[in-house]
């Protein structure tokens, strides 16, 4: 499973990512271009005492002679920090003056009055250094080479001033807004930490909307949905509480009357005057084994519906034979004939085999019981235009105005016979539902009686 990630990590990374970014390459370009015009100054510096230097290079007759006074020298030479060296050098004569160790520039690649920069290492030290070419003499019979070096102390410690000029005001910006940040995604956050804390406080039975006055817009977006959340846990609690109400209704009347006549039952001295009572505590025992075997079912299509379904391909056909044979005989104990009609091949649904049996029971229960007694029954499997169970009798049929109500939950037309509780046509439609099944109910033989048919969606059938 996926660590969850962090809401203020994720925007603090991604605010301050970028802003690092642009701080990093501010600093370096700053850096790097105050470090070129320093160094350009510098190296200017270096040319100037090269030039200088270059004055004091004579030509007499043909030789070339480079005179500086040595409290000159000491003058050139002194520096706080760094240590200066320089090299007179004539082309013909060799070394006139200055350093021997400092290293010389190629000759070939400077020109005339021209300086040449470069790096190089006297007595273990780095140095910078400029070359100039310089002509004395009248005929151009001798080039002189000045060269003057210097340490680099001065430069590294300039590198590192600019370097703090520049790196010390960028460190203090990215902690002033990395602050602000912090202290913003945090203030940003407070609403969802505050619905967070106010909801871990509810009871688990206050199911009233949450308060979004003072809740920022788009929090309010999480709101509104807990609140629609709330509101169907609250109506389907109703509907529950309801159910379990209705329920605990239907089994006190048997169980109350079961209670009547073991007492009656007990107050008898002889088996034949028991009789009756034993009748009538079967009869309750009946009703309450009816009752819970239906409740049962109810909760057994009702979790189906709410889990993954392991359906599987069922023949109606056979199904439906199967079902009519085990009804037979209740429908004899009222002379009514059942009749079956389907094609030869089978008829696929994909669904659960022990659902689809309870729907069709159901169907056929009601149409024994409240059909008419020496009438007629009619179970048909249709195969197209889509696969189609048809339950038909010749009874009173069902009034128009009552056809939505038959599948509500323990509804029962007054003055039905029998003792039914209710739920029957309710688990029909919660299986066909299921089944992603519609269900037509009409008039049946000759416009009287009852007609049910239960369409299966094609998607359904194989
Ligand atoms: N084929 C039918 N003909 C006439 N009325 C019917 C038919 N089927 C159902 N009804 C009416 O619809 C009502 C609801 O039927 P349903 O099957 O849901 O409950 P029940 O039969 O009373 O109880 P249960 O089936 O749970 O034992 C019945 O009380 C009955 O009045
Ligand atoms: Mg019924």
Known sequence: MRKPQSLRAQLLSRLTLPLLIVVVLDASVSYYVALHYADQAYDSWLLDSAKSLAQEVKAQKDKVTFELPPIAVEVFRWDAMDKTFFKVES??????????GLPSPSITAIGRDEAIYSDGEIQGQKVRIVSVLTTPTADDTDDVLISVAETLHKRRSMMNEILLA????????????GFHIWTGINRGLSPLNDLAKLIAQRSARDLNPIAD??????????????????HRLGSNLKTQQRFIENAAHQLRTPLAGLKVQ????LLADKLETMKPALAHMKNSADRVAHLS????VLAKSESLSQSAREFSAIDLVSLARDCCMDWVPKALERNIEVGFDAPKAPVLVIGDETLLRELLSNLLDNAICYGNPEGHISVKIEATPEPNLIVEDDG???????ADKIFERFYRIPGSRGEGCGLGLAIVKEIADLHAARIIIGPGYAGCGTRIDVVFESRFAT
Do not use: F
């Open 91 to 100: 082309l013909s004569a060799g070394i006139i003056a200055g350093d021997k």
């Open 166 to 177: 520049v790196v010390l005001p960028q460190l203090l910006l990215v902690l002033i807004t």
């Open 213 to 230: 006055t003072g809740v920022p817009l788009e929090v309010r977006a999480l709101t509104h949905t807990i609140n629609a959340l709330l």
């Open 262 to 265: 073991a007492e009656r039952a």
């Open 293 to 296: 075997t239906q409740l049962l």
């Open 396 to 402: 009173p049929g069902i009034q128009v105005n009552e």
